[in-house]
Protein backbone atom coordinates (compact mmCIF):
# COMPACT_ATOMS: atom_id res chain seq x y z
CA UNK A 1 0.00 0.00 0.00
CA UNK A 2 1.01 3.55 -0.69
CA UNK A 3 2.43 5.58 2.04
CA UNK A 4 0.44 9.11 1.67
CA UNK A 5 2.25 11.99 0.44
CA UNK A 6 4.30 14.18 2.94
CA UNK A 7 2.83 17.22 4.70
CA UNK A 8 5.62 19.60 3.75
CA UNK A 9 3.82 22.26 2.10
CA UNK A 10 3.55 26.07 3.18
CA UNK A 11 2.06 28.80 1.64
CA UNK A 12 2.43 31.63 3.50
CA UNK A 13 0.23 34.85 2.89
CA UNK A 14 0.51 38.53 4.52
CA UNK A 15 -2.90 39.56 5.93
CA UNK A 16 -3.65 42.84 3.53
CA UNK A 17 -0.05 43.56 3.32
CA UNK A 18 0.46 47.46 2.47
CA UNK A 19 -2.60 48.35 3.99
CA UNK A 20 -1.21 46.35 7.13
CA UNK A 21 2.30 48.25 7.29
CA UNK A 22 0.32 51.57 6.86
CA UNK A 23 -1.47 50.65 9.75
CA UNK A 24 1.42 49.52 11.92
CA UNK A 25 3.31 52.66 11.12
CA UNK A 26 0.39 54.94 12.28
CA UNK A 27 -1.54 53.01 14.85
CA UNK A 28 -4.65 55.76 14.81
CA UNK A 29 -5.31 54.22 11.80
CA UNK A 30 -6.30 51.01 13.89
CA UNK A 31 -10.19 50.06 13.37
CA UNK A 32 -10.68 52.67 10.13
CA UNK A 33 -11.46 51.31 6.72
CA UNK A 34 -8.28 51.78 4.86
CA UNK A 35 -6.87 51.65 1.63
CA UNK A 36 -3.70 52.01 -0.43
CA UNK A 37 -3.89 52.94 -4.19
CA UNK A 38 -4.49 55.60 -6.73
CA UNK A 39 -7.26 58.68 -6.02
CA UNK A 40 -10.20 58.77 -7.08
CA UNK A 41 -10.11 61.94 -9.80
CA UNK A 42 -7.01 60.02 -11.41
CA UNK A 43 -8.49 56.96 -12.67
CA UNK A 44 -6.92 55.06 -9.83
CA UNK A 45 -7.34 51.42 -8.50
CA UNK A 46 -6.89 50.06 -4.54
CA UNK A 47 -3.76 48.09 -4.65
CA UNK A 48 -4.46 46.58 -1.08
CA UNK A 49 -7.82 46.85 1.43
CA UNK A 50 -8.10 46.82 5.58
CA UNK A 51 -10.61 44.14 6.76
CA UNK A 52 -12.21 46.88 7.82
CA UNK A 53 -12.73 48.06 4.63
CA UNK A 54 -13.25 44.81 3.03
CA UNK A 55 -16.43 44.33 5.02
CA UNK A 56 -17.99 47.49 2.58
CA UNK A 57 -17.11 45.04 -0.28
CA UNK A 58 -14.06 47.02 -1.43
CA UNK A 59 -11.12 44.86 -2.53
CA UNK A 60 -8.16 45.13 -4.28
CA UNK A 61 -7.93 46.42 -8.11
CA UNK A 62 -11.77 47.73 -7.62
CA UNK A 63 -11.60 51.46 -8.72
CA UNK A 64 -10.73 53.73 -6.32
CA UNK A 65 -14.03 55.88 -7.45
CA UNK A 66 -15.94 53.08 -6.77
CA UNK A 67 -14.61 52.04 -3.50
CA UNK A 68 -15.46 55.74 -2.51
CA UNK A 69 -18.95 55.07 -3.15
CA UNK A 70 -19.12 52.09 -1.29
CA UNK A 71 -17.32 53.33 1.60
CA UNK A 72 -17.57 57.08 1.87
CA UNK A 73 -15.66 56.93 5.33
CA UNK A 74 -12.72 55.05 3.11
CA UNK A 75 -8.71 56.59 4.28
CA UNK A 76 -6.76 56.37 1.25
CA UNK A 77 -3.13 56.41 1.45
CA UNK A 78 -0.97 56.90 -1.27
CA UNK A 79 1.91 53.39 -1.38
CA UNK A 80 5.15 53.19 -0.77
CA UNK A 81 6.81 50.75 -2.24
CA UNK A 82 10.25 50.97 -0.63
CA UNK A 83 8.52 50.75 2.62
CA UNK A 84 6.96 47.80 1.58
CA UNK A 85 9.84 45.90 0.05
CA UNK A 86 11.90 46.73 3.12
CA UNK A 87 8.95 44.75 4.87
CA UNK A 88 9.04 41.82 2.52
CA UNK A 89 12.47 41.37 2.14
CA UNK A 90 11.94 41.04 6.86
CA UNK A 91 9.73 38.59 5.90
CA UNK A 92 11.78 36.21 3.22
CA UNK A 93 14.76 35.95 5.50
CA UNK A 94 12.43 34.77 7.93
CA UNK A 95 11.50 32.03 5.89
CA UNK A 96 14.76 31.19 4.65
CA UNK A 97 15.70 30.13 8.22
CA UNK A 98 13.46 27.26 8.04
CA UNK A 99 14.72 26.16 5.29
CA UNK A 100 16.03 27.26 2.14
CA UNK A 101 13.42 26.49 -0.43
CA UNK A 102 11.14 29.59 -0.95
CA UNK A 103 9.47 29.96 -3.76
CA UNK A 104 8.03 33.74 -3.77
CA UNK A 105 5.03 34.37 -5.81
CA UNK A 106 5.06 38.43 -4.48
CA UNK A 107 5.97 40.99 -1.67
CA UNK A 108 3.53 39.06 0.47
CA UNK A 109 3.42 35.48 -0.08
CA UNK A 110 5.76 32.42 -0.66
CA UNK A 111 5.57 28.78 -0.70
CA UNK A 112 8.30 26.58 1.10
CA UNK A 113 8.86 22.98 1.16
CA UNK A 114 9.75 22.22 4.58
CA UNK A 115 11.01 18.46 3.88
CA UNK A 116 14.29 17.78 5.18
CA UNK A 117 13.53 20.98 8.31
CA UNK A 118 12.15 18.67 10.49
CA UNK A 119 14.77 17.24 12.43
CA UNK A 120 15.48 20.84 13.30
CA UNK A 121 12.52 22.52 14.00
CA UNK A 122 9.98 19.80 14.06
CA UNK A 123 7.18 18.50 11.06
CA UNK A 124 5.81 21.20 8.83
CA UNK A 125 2.62 22.09 11.89
CA UNK A 126 5.08 23.20 13.89
CA UNK A 127 7.56 24.86 11.57
CA UNK A 128 4.37 27.34 10.11
CA UNK A 129 3.32 27.88 13.45
CA UNK A 130 7.27 29.32 14.72
CA UNK A 131 7.03 31.32 11.25
CA UNK A 132 3.33 32.66 11.69
CA UNK A 133 4.69 33.97 15.67
CA UNK A 134 8.05 35.20 13.77
CA UNK A 135 6.53 37.07 11.99
CA UNK A 136 4.40 38.83 14.20
CA UNK A 137 7.12 39.47 16.68
CA UNK A 138 9.77 40.60 14.45
CA UNK A 139 7.63 42.85 12.34
CA UNK A 140 4.62 43.22 14.34
CA UNK A 141 2.24 41.77 11.13
CA UNK A 142 -0.05 39.25 10.85
CA UNK A 143 0.18 36.50 8.11
CA UNK A 144 -2.08 33.35 6.95
CA UNK A 145 -0.52 30.00 6.77
CA UNK A 146 -1.55 26.73 5.07
CA UNK A 147 -0.30 23.40 5.52
CA UNK A 148 -0.54 20.66 3.23
CA UNK A 149 0.74 17.82 0.58
CA UNK A 150 0.29 20.20 -2.51
CA UNK A 151 0.93 23.77 -3.48
CA UNK A 152 -2.79 24.17 -4.58
CA UNK A 153 -3.89 22.83 -1.06
CA UNK A 154 -1.55 24.71 0.37
CA UNK A 155 -2.44 28.12 -0.74
CA UNK A 156 -6.16 27.07 -0.51
CA UNK A 157 -5.56 26.18 3.33
CA UNK A 158 -4.07 29.45 4.03
CA UNK A 159 -7.05 31.68 2.41
CA UNK A 160 -10.08 29.78 4.20
CA UNK A 161 -9.40 31.38 7.87
CA UNK A 162 -8.17 34.65 6.83
CA UNK A 163 -7.32 36.68 8.58
CA UNK A 164 -4.77 35.54 11.18
CA UNK A 165 -5.33 31.89 9.68
CA UNK A 166 -4.04 28.46 10.21
CA UNK A 167 -5.42 25.86 8.19
CA UNK A 168 -3.56 22.02 7.80
CA UNK A 169 -4.99 20.09 5.03
CA UNK A 170 -3.94 16.54 5.86
CA UNK A 171 -3.94 13.74 2.87
CA UNK A 172 -7.43 12.15 3.10
CA UNK A 173 -9.04 14.99 4.14
CA UNK A 174 -9.25 16.69 0.49
CA UNK A 175 -12.78 15.72 -0.25
CA UNK A 176 -14.45 17.29 2.55
CA UNK A 177 -12.72 20.15 2.40
CA UNK A 178 -12.78 20.88 -1.42
CA UNK A 179 -16.41 19.41 -2.25
CA UNK A 180 -18.52 22.86 -0.85
CA UNK A 181 -16.45 25.22 -2.06
CA UNK A 182 -17.25 27.62 -5.06
CA UNK A 183 -15.61 26.08 -8.01
CA UNK A 184 -14.02 29.61 -8.36
CA UNK A 185 -11.66 28.70 -5.74
CA UNK A 186 -9.68 26.40 -7.98
CA UNK A 187 -6.13 27.95 -9.17
CA UNK A 188 -7.18 28.84 -13.53
CA UNK A 189 -10.68 29.31 -13.17
CA UNK A 190 -11.77 32.92 -12.78
CA UNK A 191 -15.34 34.82 -13.38
CA UNK A 192 -15.44 34.43 -17.17
CA UNK A 193 -14.50 30.55 -16.65
CA UNK A 194 -16.65 29.83 -13.47
CA UNK A 195 -19.41 31.66 -14.76
CA UNK A 196 -19.19 29.03 -17.81
CA UNK A 197 -19.16 26.10 -15.61
CA UNK A 198 -21.98 27.12 -13.44
CA UNK A 199 -23.84 27.58 -17.01
CA UNK A 200 -23.40 23.69 -17.19
CA UNK A 201 -24.29 22.81 -13.99
CA UNK A 202 -20.67 23.12 -11.85
CA UNK A 203 -21.00 25.21 -9.23
CA UNK A 204 -18.91 23.60 -6.71
CA UNK A 205 -15.63 21.89 -6.70
CA UNK A 206 -17.05 18.85 -5.64
CA UNK A 207 -19.54 19.18 -8.42
CA UNK A 208 -16.49 19.17 -10.70
CA UNK A 209 -14.69 16.56 -9.31
CA UNK A 210 -17.80 13.84 -9.62
CA UNK A 211 -17.82 14.60 -13.06
CA UNK A 212 -15.58 11.64 -15.14
CA UNK A 213 -12.08 13.11 -16.23
CA UNK A 214 -13.07 12.39 -20.29
CA UNK A 215 -16.20 14.16 -20.08
CA UNK A 216 -14.45 17.62 -18.49
CA UNK A 217 -12.03 17.07 -21.33
CA UNK A 218 -14.51 17.01 -23.86
CA UNK A 219 -16.97 19.58 -22.77
CA UNK A 220 -13.67 22.25 -21.78
CA UNK A 221 -11.03 21.26 -23.46
CA UNK A 222 -7.83 19.85 -22.90
CA UNK A 223 -6.84 22.53 -19.97
CA UNK A 224 -9.68 21.91 -18.27
CA UNK A 225 -7.69 17.88 -17.36
CA UNK A 226 -5.45 20.25 -15.17
CA UNK A 227 -8.29 21.74 -13.70
CA UNK A 228 -9.95 18.49 -12.74
CA UNK A 229 -6.80 17.16 -11.26
CA UNK A 230 -6.74 20.42 -8.60
CA UNK A 231 -10.68 19.30 -8.02
CA UNK A 232 -9.51 15.77 -6.37
CA UNK A 233 -6.07 17.87 -4.72
CA UNK A 234 -3.47 16.65 -7.35
CA UNK A 235 -1.24 18.84 -7.98
CA UNK A 236 2.79 18.14 -8.42
CA UNK A 237 4.16 21.12 -9.20
CA UNK A 238 7.14 21.61 -6.97
CA UNK A 239 8.41 24.53 -4.82
CA UNK A 240 10.97 26.13 -7.12
CA UNK A 241 13.05 28.71 -5.26
CA UNK A 242 13.69 30.79 -8.24
CA UNK A 243 10.88 30.68 -10.82
CA UNK A 244 12.02 31.68 -14.15
CA UNK A 245 10.73 35.54 -15.13
CA UNK A 246 8.86 35.40 -18.02
CA UNK A 247 9.01 39.47 -19.09
CA UNK A 248 9.11 42.73 -17.02
CA UNK A 249 6.85 45.95 -17.80
CA UNK A 250 5.31 49.43 -16.41
CA UNK A 251 2.06 50.30 -17.95
CA UNK A 252 0.25 53.45 -17.07
CA UNK A 253 -3.80 54.61 -16.80
CA UNK A 254 -3.90 58.52 -17.35
CA UNK A 255 -5.86 60.74 -15.06
CA UNK A 256 -7.08 62.07 -18.67
CA UNK A 257 -6.49 60.47 -22.26
CA UNK A 258 -3.62 61.91 -23.70
CA UNK A 259 -3.51 63.31 -27.40
CA UNK A 260 -0.43 65.13 -27.29
CA UNK A 261 2.85 62.54 -29.06
CA UNK A 262 5.41 64.64 -27.55
CA UNK A 263 3.66 63.92 -24.17
CA UNK A 264 3.38 60.34 -24.94
CA UNK A 265 7.03 59.82 -26.08
CA UNK A 266 7.98 61.68 -22.86
CA UNK A 267 6.52 59.17 -20.75
CA UNK A 268 7.15 56.18 -22.81
CA UNK A 269 10.62 57.13 -22.30
CA UNK A 270 10.37 57.21 -18.39
CA UNK A 271 8.69 53.89 -18.38
CA UNK A 272 11.29 52.62 -20.90
CA UNK A 273 14.09 53.53 -18.24
CA UNK A 274 12.11 52.36 -15.17
CA UNK A 275 11.82 49.10 -16.92
CA UNK A 276 15.62 48.93 -18.05
CA UNK A 277 16.55 49.62 -14.59
CA UNK A 278 14.63 46.87 -12.63
CA UNK A 279 16.08 44.31 -15.66
CA UNK A 280 19.45 45.61 -14.81
CA UNK A 281 18.92 44.59 -11.00
CA UNK A 282 18.22 41.43 -11.50
CA UNK A 283 20.78 40.55 -13.65
CA UNK A 284 18.75 39.91 -16.97
CA UNK A 285 17.80 41.58 -20.36
CA UNK A 286 15.39 40.92 -23.32
CA UNK A 287 14.42 40.71 -26.60
CA UNK A 288 10.96 41.19 -27.20
CA UNK A 289 10.10 44.69 -26.76
CA UNK A 290 5.87 45.22 -26.63
CA UNK A 291 3.89 48.57 -26.39
CA UNK A 292 0.68 48.26 -25.18
CA UNK A 293 -2.20 51.12 -25.69
CA UNK A 294 -5.57 51.78 -24.92
CA UNK A 295 -7.97 54.30 -26.45
CA UNK A 296 -10.84 56.23 -25.06
CA UNK A 297 -13.24 53.54 -26.02
CA UNK A 298 -11.25 50.91 -24.24
CA UNK A 299 -10.00 49.33 -27.14
CA UNK A 300 -6.70 47.61 -26.13
CA UNK A 301 -3.69 47.08 -28.89
CA UNK A 302 -0.48 45.82 -28.41
CA UNK A 303 2.61 46.16 -30.78
CA UNK A 304 5.68 43.82 -30.66
CA UNK A 305 9.16 43.86 -32.03
CA UNK A 306 11.83 41.40 -31.75
CA UNK A 307 15.56 42.44 -31.86
CA UNK A 308 18.37 40.54 -33.04
CA UNK A 309 20.58 41.44 -29.60
CA UNK A 310 18.95 41.35 -25.93
CA UNK A 311 19.29 44.54 -24.20
CA UNK A 312 18.04 45.95 -20.67
CA UNK A 313 19.42 49.78 -21.81
CA UNK A 314 16.35 52.45 -21.24
CA UNK A 315 18.19 54.62 -24.69
CA UNK A 316 16.97 51.17 -26.78
CA UNK A 317 13.91 49.75 -25.51
CA UNK A 318 12.67 53.44 -25.94
CA UNK A 319 13.91 53.49 -29.29
CA UNK A 320 12.05 50.60 -30.32
CA UNK A 321 8.86 51.10 -28.14
CA UNK A 322 8.50 54.94 -29.93
CA UNK A 323 9.06 53.05 -33.44
CA UNK A 324 5.96 51.03 -31.95
CA UNK A 325 4.09 53.79 -31.13
CA UNK A 326 4.40 54.92 -34.65
CA UNK A 327 2.18 51.57 -35.44
CA UNK A 328 -0.57 52.75 -33.63
CA UNK A 329 -3.69 55.19 -34.40
CA UNK A 330 -2.96 58.65 -33.42
CA UNK A 331 -5.80 58.71 -31.14
CA UNK A 332 -6.16 60.37 -27.49
CA UNK A 333 -4.53 57.13 -25.23
CA UNK A 334 -6.18 56.17 -21.90
CA UNK A 335 -3.58 53.82 -21.10
CA UNK A 336 0.41 53.18 -21.98
CA UNK A 337 2.78 50.58 -21.42
CA UNK A 338 6.01 49.04 -22.73
CA UNK A 339 7.06 45.49 -21.48
CA UNK A 340 10.26 43.66 -22.31
CA UNK A 341 9.96 39.52 -22.46
CA UNK A 342 12.17 37.41 -23.68
CA UNK A 343 14.19 37.45 -20.78
CA UNK A 344 17.98 36.23 -20.54
CA UNK A 345 20.78 36.38 -18.09
CA UNK A 346 23.30 38.90 -18.74
CA UNK A 347 25.79 36.38 -18.32
CA UNK A 348 24.79 34.57 -21.22
CA UNK A 349 27.69 34.86 -24.41
CA UNK A 350 26.21 37.20 -26.93
CA UNK A 351 25.16 35.33 -30.28
CA UNK A 352 27.49 36.75 -33.00
CA UNK A 353 25.58 37.04 -36.48
CA UNK A 354 26.06 34.27 -38.89
CA UNK A 355 26.67 37.23 -41.83
CA UNK A 356 29.06 39.85 -39.98
CA UNK A 357 25.67 42.25 -39.78
CA UNK A 358 23.28 40.78 -42.31
CA UNK A 359 20.65 41.28 -39.20
CA UNK A 360 22.20 43.85 -37.25
CA UNK A 361 20.50 46.79 -35.29
CA UNK A 362 19.86 49.83 -35.52
CA UNK A 363 21.77 50.46 -39.28
CA UNK A 364 24.45 48.10 -38.93
CA UNK A 365 26.29 45.87 -36.50
CA UNK A 366 29.08 47.94 -35.82
CA UNK A 367 27.17 51.27 -35.04
CA UNK A 368 24.59 49.17 -32.67
CA UNK A 369 27.44 47.80 -30.73
CA UNK A 370 29.63 51.00 -30.46
CA UNK A 371 26.47 53.03 -29.16
CA UNK A 372 25.64 49.88 -26.90
CA UNK A 373 29.14 50.08 -25.47
CA UNK A 374 29.12 53.53 -24.81
CA UNK A 375 25.71 53.43 -22.73
CA UNK A 376 27.04 50.21 -21.05
CA UNK A 377 29.72 52.11 -20.02
CA UNK A 378 28.30 54.58 -17.72
CA UNK A 379 25.37 53.07 -17.13
CA UNK A 380 26.64 51.41 -13.91
CA UNK A 381 27.58 54.32 -12.35
CA UNK A 382 24.41 56.22 -13.07
CA UNK A 383 22.65 52.70 -11.56
CA UNK A 384 24.79 53.67 -8.45
CA UNK A 385 23.43 57.19 -7.85
CA UNK A 386 19.78 55.76 -8.15
CA UNK A 387 20.20 53.21 -5.67
CA UNK A 388 21.93 55.59 -3.01
CA UNK A 389 19.51 58.72 -3.66
CA UNK A 390 16.41 57.19 -5.57
CA UNK A 391 15.74 56.73 -9.03
CA UNK A 392 14.45 60.18 -9.53
CA UNK A 393 18.17 61.88 -9.04
CA UNK A 394 18.84 60.39 -12.38
CA UNK A 395 16.13 60.61 -15.58
CA UNK A 396 16.26 61.62 -19.27
CA UNK A 397 16.50 65.24 -19.82
CA UNK A 398 13.49 64.85 -22.16
CA UNK A 399 11.33 64.21 -19.69
CA UNK A 400 12.17 66.92 -17.13
CA UNK A 401 9.81 69.69 -18.75
CA UNK A 402 7.12 67.33 -19.29
CA UNK A 403 5.06 67.42 -15.87
CA UNK A 404 5.93 64.15 -14.94
CA UNK A 405 6.20 64.17 -10.96
CA UNK A 406 8.73 61.69 -9.35
CA UNK A 407 8.53 60.28 -5.89
CA UNK A 408 12.00 58.79 -4.48
CA UNK A 409 11.80 56.16 -6.94
CA UNK A 410 11.55 58.41 -9.48
CA UNK A 411 8.37 56.55 -10.77
CA UNK A 412 5.78 59.00 -9.44
CA UNK A 413 4.39 61.24 -6.43
CA UNK A 414 4.34 58.58 -3.13
CA UNK A 415 6.76 56.01 -4.52
CA UNK A 416 4.79 54.73 -7.36
CA UNK A 417 1.99 56.62 -8.40
CA UNK A 418 1.57 57.48 -11.97
CA UNK A 419 3.46 60.26 -13.70
CA UNK A 420 -0.54 60.79 -14.76
CA UNK A 421 -1.89 60.49 -11.25
CA UNK A 422 -2.75 56.58 -12.23
CA UNK A 423 -3.12 53.98 -9.29
CA UNK A 424 -0.05 52.83 -7.93
CA UNK A 425 0.62 48.89 -7.59
CA UNK A 426 -1.25 45.88 -8.92
CA UNK A 427 -2.47 46.00 -11.99
CA UNK A 428 -0.82 48.65 -13.16
CA UNK A 429 2.25 49.03 -12.34
CA UNK A 430 6.38 47.79 -12.35
CA UNK A 431 5.56 43.70 -12.43
CA UNK A 432 7.10 40.73 -13.22
CA UNK A 433 4.67 37.82 -15.12
CA UNK A 434 6.11 34.91 -14.13
Known amino acids: MASPPPLTILHVDMDAFYASVEIRDNPSLQGLPVCVGGPAASRGVIAAASYEARRFGVHSAMATAVARRMCPDLVLLPPDFDKYTAVSRQVMAIFRRYTPTVEPLSLDEAFLDVSGSERLFGDAEEIGR ?111 PRREEKSHGMERTFAEDISDQEELRALLMSFSEEVAFHLRD ?22 TKTLVHATNLGPRIYSVASELLNRID ?105
Open 130 to 240: RIKDDILRETSLVASVGVAPTKFLAKLASDLDKPDGFRVIRHGEERSVLDPLPVSKIFGVGPRSAKRLQGMGVRTIGDLASRPRKVVARQFGASAIWIHDLAHGIDPRRVT
Open 282 to 303: KGLRGKTVTLKARFSDFKTVTR
Open 330 to 434: DRPLRLLGVQVSRLEDVRQPVQETLFNGAMAEPSSRQDYMASAEKLAKVTPSLDKLRRKFGRGVVVPAATLDKGIPRGRDGIGAGGGASAAGAAPGPPEDLHLEE
